[in-house]
């Protein structure tokens, strides 16, 4: 069954400074996607970031990477940067992809909070 | 062009009743799911429609139901309410095909309906 690992229910980090937040995963599914949303106080879902498990590369968007280590099932999220405005909850997320199907569902992790000090 | 839009944004029931949330998909997306996200959590998978049925269901009891119109807009009823039903419901569109990218960057979220019941 697939299952999403956040371990950091929370952490500080300086303005400005660069952030790792923390995601495994497990899939018997050789074909999968993995994703990072940030959900602001708001409630939206934002997407940042998506790795497929075939990607040689890992993906990058702006000042998010993505630390793809497909051996280690991990998928963590590298925010390089840090802004106030990055305060939110980060959740992981993953998504079995049979075929080129949306059926699947997106699973989620417990998430993380970020808070971003001056 | 409009994204996911969910009706109403905040809701208070009584315990027993009953309660309909709406959601309209992006312009474009046939597939709609919903999820339960509990106050610090991560949100919980409740079940996906397509083509105006009900494609795969997450483990909930079948007090929740849902429903798809053909304009792919879509409810969800949750019947006899109970205290632990309170919680942010967000509904997430998104296209049944294409690649696994265009399903990645295409999966879209409302900003949810927070359900209290007291």
């Known amino acids: 069954a697939q299952k999403i690992t956040q371990t950091q229910p929370g952490m500080f980090v300086q303005e400005k400074e660069a952030v790792t937040l923390d995601c495994t995963y497990d899939?018997?599914?050789?074909?999968?996607?993995l994703f990072w949303y940030k959900q602001p106080s708001s409630g939206e879902m934002i997407f940042l970031i998506y790795q497929g498990s075939y990607d040689q590369q890992n993906a990058t968007e702006g000042r998010y990477s993505l630390n793809f280590q497909k051996a280690r099932k991990s998928a963590n999220l590298v925010i390089s940067a840090s802004q106030l405005g990055d305060s939110a909850m980060y959740f992981c997320?993953?998504?079995?992809?049979?075929?080129?199907?949306?059926?699947?569902?997106?699973?989620f992790g417990s998430g993380t909070r970020l808070s971003i000090r001056p | 062009d409009a994204g996911v839009t969910q009706s109403p944004t905040h809701l208070i029931k009584t315990r027993g009743q009953q309660v309909t949330l709406r959601c309209s998909p992006k312009?474009?997306?046939?597939?709609v799911s919903w999820y339960q996200q509990a106050l610090g959590q991560g949100p919980q998978f409740i079940f996906q429609y397509y083509e105006e049925e009900e494609r795969q269901r997450g483990n909930f009891p079948d007090r929740f139901s849902g429903h798809q119109f053909p304009n792919y807009s879509s409810e969800l009823n949750v019947n006899a309410l109970l205290l632990g039903d309170s919680a942010l419901y967000l509904c997430?569109?998104?296209?049944?095909?294409?690649?696994?990218?265009?399903?990645?960057?295409?999966?879209?979220f409302g900003s949810g309906t927070r359900l209290t019941v007291v």
């Open positions: 997430a569109s998104s296209l049944s095909d294409g690649t696994a990218v265009q399903l990645a960057y295409g999966y879209t």
């Open positions: 312009s474009g997306h046939d597939t």
């Open positions: 899939t018997s599914d050789p074909s999968y996607g």
């Open positions: 997320a993953m998504r079995e992809l049979p075929g080129y199907s949306s059926a699947s569902k997106i699973i």
